[in-house]
Every structure is written in C-alpha cells, then in structure tokens.
C-alpha cells in the first residue's frame, strides 16, 4: 500500500501522534495545535470554539492518505450547542463591547448610526454552501467561533427587498445613495452595513438539522425518481430560534441610515436571510425581551 500523503514539512505526523483510547488520532496539524487536539480529544473534552472543531478538527485517514470521511452527524454533536459557558461567554461580551465602540467611533466621526436587536423567528443558516471538509457549512467567526451574519449578505439582502417588494432600482436616486451603482456609471454606496453578532449569550444556539434527499440518482441526472432510491441524509448546523443579534448601518446622510434600516429590518422579518429562506428559515422578529441596549 502506498504511503500515506499527510503533509510533512512543518506538521506532526500520524505516527508520532499516539493514542486515545486505544484509537489512534491523526490530525494534519502543526505539532503545537496537534498537540492540543490530541490533547483534548484524547480526554474526551469538548472543543469550546466550534469554528475549530467544524473547520480544523478532521481526521488524517492513513489508510486512504486523505481526511477521513467520519460521519457528519457524528462531528456535529460533539460541537458545542450553547455559547452561555466559562470562556466563551467573556470572549462574546468582550466582541459585543467592541461593536458598540466601533460604531461610537463612528459617531463621533460624523455618522449617524443605526442599530436595532432581533430575534430568530426560524433556524437561520449563513453559509451553507461555503467551501468546508464537510459535505456543508455555517459562517463562524474565524477566532472566536460563535455565529456572526456578514454585513455584505446584509446589504445584499436589503437590495433584494427594495427591488423586489419595492420596485426600487438604480435609476432611483434613494436607491443609488444607499446601495450605489454599477459601471459604466459607477457610484459607491453611502451606507456601511456591519456584520450582525450575537447580543446574548443566553439565548444563542446551534441547532443541529437535516436535509434528507430520496432522489440522489434523479437530481444527478443518472436515473428517474423511484420509491427504491435510498435516502441520502445531509446534516448541518443553524442558529435555533430566539437567538438574539444585533444589527447596524451607518451614513454620515442621516436619511440615508434611516431608510438602509428600514429596508433591511422588512427584508429580515419578512425574506430571510441566509440558505433555505424558500423552506422558512433565516426570518427574523422583534424579541420580546430586551438584554440588548441597542
């Protein structure tokens, strides 16, 4: 059998790895962070960044020299479902902190701020599709690991809901200030829309979900659809229901920071954001109780 196409220079190998529980462990890793995988794994601890475990923690299959392909359901539970634990959230408060001083600083820049909590009304997905050892994905913060909503989906989804609810396009003054426009005649937008994050700990969560195909073969465009096919369960991860996040825009054009929340809270309560909007998820409403100063 040929060897094993772990990389080698600068990363531990399989062999040098030991054992947990009889099992050996092979990450792809450097010494260090291996080390600490091993180190945890191997006393049956939990990782508390789930960005690490979902993105990091994979892994080595000696036999086939690739990562191993373990059960995605498997590797999802041992995730950490709740946020409101010793480490992370101080981590999360601390992030929350910056947000607020990020927007007081650009308060006192000139710009008027716009920022309002929300609450998920459904599971919401961001990311789904995004490039991952598994077979799908959810947007994570790259440090810290706890769920965020980029400000970029945010201003996509806001475009959507005055285009499509609203009729607006970019002959329309109001809708070229917030959003910009396209070459030839190229316009930068005058609002900023900052990544949503989570306002409370308490109330957030990752749920674990399934999509459950019956037709893979048919969808591939190998055979008809028939009661046969064999159904072919996909597992990822959403954030539940009721976890609560807040949201900004800025402009120095007060109006302009007016209407970009307006447009984006409608686009958010009655569109969704995120994968699987069709199917129900990625809404939002009002929470009913407040733990967020907005």
Known sequence: MPEPRYPKKGFQSPQSQGSA?????????????GDQAQAVIGKGQVCINAGLWLDHFTEWEERYGELKRAEASDKRRKIPKTFNVQGLNELLSAYKNRWYKTLDSYETQGYRVQK??????SRVVVGLGTE???ETSIRLHRIYGF???PGSALKG??????ELVEGRN????LFADVF?????EAQAGEVIFFDAIPANPDTLKLELDVMNPHYAPYYQGTQPPA????????????????SEFLFAVASQNADLATKAKEWLKKALEEMGVGAKTMAGYGLWTECRSRSANP
């Open 116 to 121: 309002f909590p929300l609450c998920a009304a």
């Open 170 to 173: 970019e002959e329309d003054s």
């Open 21 to 33: 529980g009889g099992r050996n462990w092979r990450f792809p890793l450097p010494k260090e962070v």
């Open 147 to 149: 769920p965020i909503i």
């Open 157 to 162: 989804l806001a475009r959507a809901y005055a």
């Open 132 to 134: 991952s050892v598994l």
């Open 180 to 184: 910009g426009k396209s070459p030839p």
């Open 227 to 242: 009661d046969y096919h064999s159904p072919v369960p996909i597992f990822f991860l959403t954030i539940g229901p009721n």
